[in-house]
């Protein structure tokens, strides 16, 4: 968004309080959606549940068409329709509701800078490993991406989505890669978050941040998918931190909610 | 009687001639010449088509059989003239031209004629470039045409459109039946909206009948950010498979300007039955009656209506509702402004119906007359219609209570031009009456320009 419309939003935001009947959409859970899409949503959900801001879910087939970036999950809040996480922060924070506010300047470049570790590694990891890996497009990926459609119009659906993420994983230089190597850029992109996070509980210390509801969204759902091999998870488990920092997250604000 | 089949030249002192010099017994060769024009029987001996290329010989047969059946030289010019124009309308050939003989050869009769039809050849790949005029949108149109490609009058043809509406490619073939030309099937490919029809045309007494199978891939997007957000719902990719018959009656003298005769049209589609997502069955009739009045005016009275009924529990999809008002519809309202709406956005309906009552005259004092100024005409209009969803749960007499209810209306008069047989411009003053919330209004001066009007 260029910086006249944020500044609108952003207005526009500021004015009303968080509705009661505040939207989430993706797409279906159970025959549709995609390792890298269920990631994405489940970070957005985890933050606006760390802000204490309900929010319904909805699955919606077309729910990809209906987001106006193209991309999985956007919130209907009001009369705003908002997509992607980092829009979103900026969103609520419009709306008063911030976790990283008690950060000081240091702090928040390098939450900015792991969250674009974790964005450029774990997501495009993802979605290499669904649609530039064979098997496991053939298998999990295509099949579900195309599920809600009829004959011919699936198939089409399917393998143009497909070569667009081909295509974009050139341009980026991930083309190239083996699977060995994307599963080792993994890797070092966990090392890297499980030194930083330590032994402390989140990642800035007692308070949750985006950037933890951003790597809990991706790890959990890692460890939770069922791919064609197990090496992406078994990967991340070697890391107990990160696992026991899953779980704690999962505790403190999945569970708690749902009984 | 026949003094000379020529005319006497004439005569005076300078040509030194003397008329009685050229009057002579008329010859025999002249009588016997004046009894084949008139009426002894011939006998067509040979049909030969000269100048085919690459068209089979098989397809020219069935157009040019009938010259055969000549009786005499008048029959025979009258045949070999319908078999030109026949050879014309296959859309091969650029010029035909015919030659009557009398035979000649081994097996030639004395009465014998051989009739030959010589024919040049329509080029491999034509191009065109169009301008249309559609309900309220224009397009320029760019085509490719590759006429009679195998021989037997098959047409594929080329199109891309862009126009203020919507831009779109097409592909098409069409292949008529040997022997049959009004019956033939056209396969239509066209993109975003991808669609494809199979559709034989067949006539059945004075009804003109219509099958088709479509396919249509349909995308749909928000072209605005600040589109509704049931507009937004509807986004996405969807394909429709649907069946639909057609029957037509029509009577009218013309298809623009009527003066006498009525049009029924009826249309019924059902569509998930053959695979795709969308599923429904949708049911349209057209109905006009002209009358001619005192002064060369015309009374024309049209009434359209259609139900859309979602089969499956799912739905209704956008681009499958009916959508009404504008210019070409209920005048003195904005183009498809009628109706449910959120936000500023109008999603169609399941139900509508609409109903227009016009009185055409010629321009008054009839400037132009015989030539440009019968292309005008003056209208006095009065519109009626609405469009809203029925809840089908309940039986007829609700949904027709919903249909009555919340009534549009709109009167008004314009000047009205006719382009070709096929489009017509409208420039009309309108006032609109009965207006909902919701909907939005043109009045004033509208101008229209389109193929089908109420």
Redesign the interface.
Known sequence: MSLAADAFVSQMAAAEPWPENATLYQPLKEDQILLSDCASSLAVQAYLRMCDLPVQVVC???A???S?SGKIPFI?VGNQ?VSELGPIVQFTKAKGHSLSDGLDDVQRAEMKAYMELVNNMLLTAELYIQWCDDATAAEISRPRYSSP?????SN??AYQKQWEVRRKMNAIGWGGKTLEQVYEDVSQCCQALSQRLGTQPYFFNKQPTELDALVFGHLFTILTTRLTSTELAERIKSYSNLLSFCRRIEQSYFESKSS | MDTSLDPLPMHGRDLGVNADDWVEPPEPEQEAKQEILENKDVVVQHVNIQGLGRTKEDLLGYEISDVFHAKNLIDVMKKAHVARQRLLRLGIFNEVEVLIDTSEGADALPNGLDVTFEVTEIKRLTGSYNTMVGNNEGSMVLGLKLPNMFGRAEKLTFQFSYGTKETSYGLSFFKPQPGHFERNWDKDFSNRVLHLAVLPQFPLGMTNHTLKWEGVWRELGCLARSASFAVREESGHSLKSALSHTVSIDSRNSAIFPSRGALLRINQELAGYTGGDASFLKEDFELQLNRRLFWDSVLSASLWGGMLYPIGGQPSCIADRFYLGGPTSVRGFGMYSIGPQSEGDYLGGEAYWAGGLHLYTPLPFRPGKGGFGDLFRTHFFLNAGNLCNLNYGEGPRAHLQKLAECIRWSYGAGIVLRLGNIARLELNYCVPMGVQSGDRICDGVQFGAGIRFL
């Open positions: 919606k087939a077309n990809e068409y209906m106006p209907h329709v459609y009829s004959w011919p119009l089409i659906l």
